[in-house]
């Protein structure tokens, strides 16, 4: 990567990046429970192995966000893992910026994840950097930073979307059926909480709809997203918030 390098990279590098830092994390984890304590304390095996249990399953998260952003389709990925359900891992990496959560951009853990990968594989010296798509391709980065740019407004969106659905929600939680008396319509359609889930879900529906079309690399996660609200939004309209 050249020293003119964005701080951000592509989707795809930055899944992969933060594939790598999961790994070494893991590695580093599972390198700490080789030597042998002469007296541990009871349970702490234990413990530790939970702890790298829970790092495992990060690392197959950022695997399979990795496959994603590499094109990877979710029903190969569902055959390949065994589990059918990764759209959620999927979408809060979106949310998330498609960028590796480290807390260090992507050119600098990249560098780092060489540093350490050269030591564990001798002979490789830049084992990370050489393998991505801002080394390979350079002349990329202005196509990512217009692909990310599309759709920043969107993703702003989608937070204050979800922002009001909390809220809405909260408001939902709080009803009872002595609010519901009165003229609100069959099962309380027409109370002003109901009206307020409703239209919420619709909204939230409408731009995972907008992101189907402006973010095609992850269009079957953004249509299952809306049509699942969309399903919400006509259950409460029918059924009310009792329903």
């Known amino acids: 990567m050249t020293d003119t390098q964005p701080d951000v990279l592509s989707p795809r590098d930055e899944a992969r990046l933060e594939l790598s830092f999961q790994a070494r994390k893991l590695a580093g984890e599972a390198a700490a429970l080789v030597p042998v304590e002469t007296d541990p304390k009871p349970g702490s095996l234990i413990t530790q192995a939970k702890e790298l249990v829970r790092l495992a399953e990060e690392l197959l998260n950022a695997a399979v966000v990795a496959e994603r952003e590499r ?10 893992t065994g589990r059918p359900h990764w759209n959620m ?3 809060d990496w979106a949310q998330d910026g498609r ?26 010296e830049n084992p990370v950097t050489d393998g991505l798509d801002a080394s390979r391709f350079p002349g990329s980065a202005q196509y990512e930073a217009y692909q990310r740019g599309r759709v920043a407004d969107l993703y702003a969106a989608l937070t204050d979307a979800q922002e009001e659905r909390g809220r809405a929600w909260d408001a939902l939680n709080e009803l ?20 307020r889930v409703v239209t919420t879900c619709r909204n939230l529906a409408a731009v995972y709809q907008e992101l189907f079309h402006a973010d095609p690399a992850l269009a079957h996660e953004y249509q299952q997203q809306a049509t699942t609200f969309e399903e919400v939004a006509d259950r409460f309209a029918t059924d009310g918030p009792l329903g």
Do not use: C
């Open 71 to 80: 094109g990877l389709s979710p029903n190969k990925i569902h055959e390949v």
């Open 99 to 124: 960028r590796n959560r480290s807390g260090v951009p992507g050119p600098a853990l990249a560098r780092s994840l060489d540093e350490w990968a050269s030591r564990e594989t001798p002979g490789t």
């Open 176 to 195: 009872t059926e002595e609010d519901l008396d009165g003229d609100h319509g069959v099962n309380g359609v027409e109370h002003p909480v109901n009206v």
């Open 89 to 91: 891992v999927v979408l």
